[in-house]
C-alpha cells in the first residue's frame, strides 16, 4: 500500500478543518447463496478521513466495493469489523441523519408520484414545516434545474434519466444538509447533463459542503476533488490530493525534426520516428537544456506541450501495481 494513505498522520489538516468521516479498518463480508453459505468480502480494513468542506471522490472499477462503502458510512448496512464516525458520531446514529444527504447509485423514485410530490414526500420524512416546503422545493428545483411545470404535472415515469437525476439530486438537498454522499451522479448521463451536474456539485462546494462521492468516470473527478481515494477489490490502495497523488513534476511532450538519434534518445523518453522525419517524446526535466543541445545539432521543434500525469494514468498503473503484488 501507498505510503500516502497515511496522510491522515503525516499531513496534519488544521484544528479548524475536522475531520467528517473517519473510518478506521472498517469491514464488511456479504453472505450469500441460498444457505448463506458463501462469503463475499466486499471491503477488506478501510481507514480513511474526509475534513470538512472538502469534495472526495472515491474512484475504483466495477465491484471494488464504493457502494458498501458509502451504505457502511450511512449506517445502511452495518460493518463486519472495524469501525467509523460520521460527524464524530458512531456510524448508524440516527440523529446523524438529520445532517446528511444521499443520493442512491440507482434511486428508485415512484414512478406515479410528480416530481413535487416526491419531493414532499421526503420532506415530510425530515418533518420539514409545510410553510418551509413551499419555499425550499422551488428553490431547489432551480438549483438543479428542473423546470416548475416538470416538476408540477408529470409523474416520474415519463422523466428522462437526466431528470430523475436531477429530482434526486435535490431529494439529497432537501434537509438543506451539510455532508452529501453522492453514489455515482454523472452515471448514465450525456455530456451537457454531466456539465450540469458537475456544476451543481461545484456550487455546493461553494457553499461549504463537504461532498463525498464514488465514480469511476475519472475526468470528473479530476475537475471536481480536492481528495480522492482509490479502492480495488475491497481494498483501499490510495488516498490524497491530486496533487499528492500526481505530482508536480511536469512532462514535457515534444516534437521536432533534425538532430542526431543516439544524442535523442539519451534526452526523450518514448522517442519515436515518422516517416516524414519528424520526432516526438517526453521530456521530464527542465528544456532549456535540451534546446541548447537541439540548437548545436541543428535540430528545431516543431511543438512543445507540459502535460501533467493524468488521473487516468495514475489510476490505471494503481491497478497493475496491485495486479502485480497479489
Ligand atoms: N447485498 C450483497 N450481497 C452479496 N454481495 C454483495 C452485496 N452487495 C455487494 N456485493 C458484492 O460486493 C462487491 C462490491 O460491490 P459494490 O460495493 O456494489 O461495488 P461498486 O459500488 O464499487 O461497484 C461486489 O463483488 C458485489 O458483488
Ligand atoms: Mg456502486
Not at 22 to 32: E, H, I, M, N, P
Amino acid at each position: 500500500m501507498k505510503s500516502i494513505i497515511d496522510n491522515q498522520e503525516s499531513q496534519p489538516h488544521p484544528i479548524d478543518n475536522p475531520s467528517v468521516v473517519a473510518t478506521f479498518d472498517l469491514r464488511k463480508v456479504y453472505r450469500s447463496g441460498f444457505w448463506l453459505n458463501q462469503k463475499v468480502v466486499s471491503l477488506k480494513g478501510c481507514s480513511l478521513t474526509v475534513y470538512r468542506g472538502e469534495t472526495f471522490g472515491l474512484l475504483g472499477p466495477n465491484g471494488a466495493g464504493k457502494t458498501t462503502l458509502l451504505k457502511l458510512l450511512l449506517g445502511i448496512i452495518r460493518p463486519t469489523a472495524g469501525r467509523g464516525l460520521l460527524l464524530g458520531q458512531p456510524l448508524g446514529d440516527r440523529q446523524i441523519k438529520q445532517r446528511i444527504g444521499y443520493l442512491p447509485e440507482n434511486p428508485y423514485l415512484y414512478d406515479y408520484l410528480t416530481g413535487w410530490e416526491f419531493l414532499e414526500l421526503a420532506a415530510g420524512i425530515f418533518q420539514i414545516p409545510r410553510n418551509v416546503q413551499r419555499d425550499r422545493i422551488p428553490q431547489l428545483l432551480e438549483l438543479v434545474g428542473l423546470p416548475l411545470a416538470d416538476a408540477r404535472k408529470k409523474q416520474m415515469r415519463r422523466y428522462s434519466k437526466g431528470m430523475l437525476q436531477r429530482v434526486g439530486m435535490a431529494q439529497a438537498l432537501i434537509n438543506d444538509p451539510e455532508v452529501i454522499f453522492l453514489d455515482e451522479p454523472m452515471s448514465g448521463l450525456d455530456p451537457l447533463g454531466r456539465y450540469q451536474m458537475r456544476e451543481i456539485i461545484l456550487g455546493l462546494k461553494a457553499a461549504g459542503k463537504t461532498i463525498f462521492f464514488n465514480s469511476h468516470i475519472l475526468s470528473e473527478v479530476e475537475q471536481i476533488c480536492d481528495r480522492i481515494a482509490i479502492l480495488s477489490k475491497g481494498e483501499l490502495i490510495c488516498a490524497g490530493s491530486l496533487q499528492e497523488l500526481l505530482g508536480s513534476s511536469n512532462t514535457y511532450h515534444i516534437k521536432g525534426r533534425g538532430g542526431d538519434r543516439q544524442v535523442l534518445q539519451k534526452w526523450l523518453a518514448n522517442l519515436a520516428f515518422s516517416h516524414d522525419g519528424s520526432w516526438q517524446g517526453t521530456l521530464q526535466e527542465d528544456y532549456y537544456d535540451f534546446l541548447d543541445s537541439l540548437r548545436l545539432m541543428s535540430g528545431q521543434i516543431i511543438s512543445l506541450d507540459l502535460s501533467r500525469y493524468s488521473l487516468e494514468d495514475f489510476f490505471i498503473a494503481q491497478l497493475e501495481q496491485q495486479k502485480h503484488n497479489s
